[in-house]
């Protein structure tokens, strides 16, 4: 009954008015009223500051300071085989496996097109059909920054307009299409083990979302899909990213999705649905033709 009363809110709330309100004051240098709400943040969610590089609130002059604080030097090590894939983020395996051909799963008994989630686009749909993919929640007490799974070259971005529903266990069981009708930045990475796209996707109280190499993508919030491209490799202009490395961030936080084209990687056997995930752990290890490809963990 609870719910249902909580998901019937979801869809009568102004969620684009609350995010927008969120936003301004998260970036606002409230003095007091900041360290207050920082303070009442960290506890209710038991926030852990002892990986951050700054442990002290009174370090964060606005909220989204804090909330996208950087973690300590070496805090995360990274997987280091140059065949294993390392994850993008803190927070909670939502859902993973086989893209069993265009479908993916958002929840138990729920599925989603790759198409809708694509913005309606079929071409790159096509690329990814019967690969791979893994959802991941941020929650409110985790680290916001999310980071490169592999090296990777920078093909294409795709801002995606859409709603905030708010992205947890129980939108997902209960919101159809979630993540594909909600705001979201699609990113696609030229790897080794072949395409590879990474896709921020929004969240009522999201802010914004930022990308390494152009700030951020959103607010403003147009209602139109925008596509920006980028050079090949050893071109003026070329963006690419190491293993572990930065790649774009959530004020406020939201999920993460990685998709893998078909035969390239083997999702690591001790992830499943549930499952804690920290940056820089095993994600995935490549698929490499003629070797046994026994589960790894």
């Given at each position: 009954?609870?719910?249902?009363?909580?998901?019937?809110?979801?869809?009568?709330?102004?969620?684009?008015?609350?995010?927008?309100?969120?936003?301004?004051?998260?970036?606002?240098?409230?003095?007091?009223?900041?360290?207050?709400?920082?303070?009442?943040?960290?506890?209710?969610?038991?926030?852990d500051m002892n990986e951050?590089?700054?442990?002290?609130?009174?370090?964060?002059?606005?909220?989204?300071?804090?909330?996208?604080?950087?973690?300590?030097?070496?805090?995360?090590?990274?997987?280091?085989?140059?065949?294993?894939?390392?994850?993008?983020?803190?927070?909670?395996?939502?859902?993973?496996?086989?893209?069993?051909?265009?479908?993916?799963?958002?929840?138990?008994?729920?599925?989603?097109?790759?198409?809708?989630?694509?913005?309606?686009?079929?071409?790159?749909?096509?690329?990814?059909?019967?690969?791979?993919?893994?959802?991941?929640?941020?929650?409110?007490?985790?680290?916001?920054?999310?980071?490169?799974?592999?090296?990777?070259?920078?093909?294409?971005?795709?801002?995606?307009?859409?709603?905030?529903?708010?992205?947890?266990?129980?939108?997902?069981?209960?919101?159809?299409?979630?993540f594909a009708r909600n705001?979201?930045?699609?990113?696609?990475?030229?790897?080794?083990?072949?395409?590879?796209?990474?896709?921020?996707?929004?969240?009522?109280?999201?802010?914004?979302?930022?990308?390494?190499?152009?700030?951020?993508?959103?607010?403003?919030?147009?209602?139109?899909?925008?596509?920006?491209?980028?050079?090949?490799?050893?071109?003026?202009?070329?963006?690419?990213?190491?293993?572990?490395?930065?790649?774009?961030?959530?004020?406020?936080?939201?999920?993460?999705?990685?998709?893998?084209?078909?035969?390239?990687?083997?999702?690591?056997?001790?992830?499943?649905?549930?499952?804690?995930?920290?940056?820089?752990?095993?994600?995935?290890?490549?698929?490499?033709?003629?070797?046994?490809?026994?589960?790894?963990?």
């Open positions: 009954m609870l719910d249902n009363i909580k998901i019937r809110l979801h869809y009568l709330l102004p969620k684009q008015g609350i995010t927008h309100l969120a936003g301004w004051f998260a970036n606002k240098k409230a003095g007091w009223l900041t360290q207050l709400a920082i303070k009442a943040f960290a506890r209710v969610y038991k926030v951050a590089k700054a442990p002290e609130f009174s370090a964060y002059t606005t909220f989204n300071e804090f909330f996208i604080r950087p973690l300590k030097d070496d805090i995360r090590p990274i997987v280091s085989n140059e065949h294993q894939l390392a994850l993008p983020a803190d927070g909670t395996i939502s859902q993973l496996g086989n893209i069993r051909t265009y479908q993916l799963l958002q929840a138990k008994g729920h599925h989603y097109t790759l198409e809708a989630l694509l913005a309606g686009n079929h071409q790159l749909a096509e690329i990814f059909r019967d690969g791979q993919f893994v959802t991941t929640y941020l929650s409110p007490k985790d680290y916001h920054r999310v980071h490169m799974p592999c090296d990777g070259l920078l093909k294409e971005m795709i801002y995606v307009p859409g709603d905030l529903f708010s992205v947890n266990p129980l939108t997902a069981a209960n919101v159809p299409n979630l705001e979201r930045v699609i990113c696609l990475f030229d790897t080794q083990f072949g395409p590879m796209i990474q896709i921020l996707v929004g969240a009522t109280i999201v802010g914004s979302i930022e990308m390494a190499w152009c700030g951020t993508v959103t607010p403003p919030r147009e209602g139109i899909i925008k596509r920006w491209t980028y050079p090949e490799a050893g071109a003026t202009g070329a963006i690419s990213f190491k293993k572990g490395e930065e790649m774009g961030r959530f004020k406020l936080g939201s999920t993460v999705i990685n998709l893998f084209a078909s035969n390239q990687v083997q999702l690591a056997g001790h992830l499943s649905s549930g499952s804690t995930t920290r940056m820089g752990e095993l994600l995935a290890q490549a698929i490499i033709p003629d070797e046994p490809t026994d589960n790894i963990s």
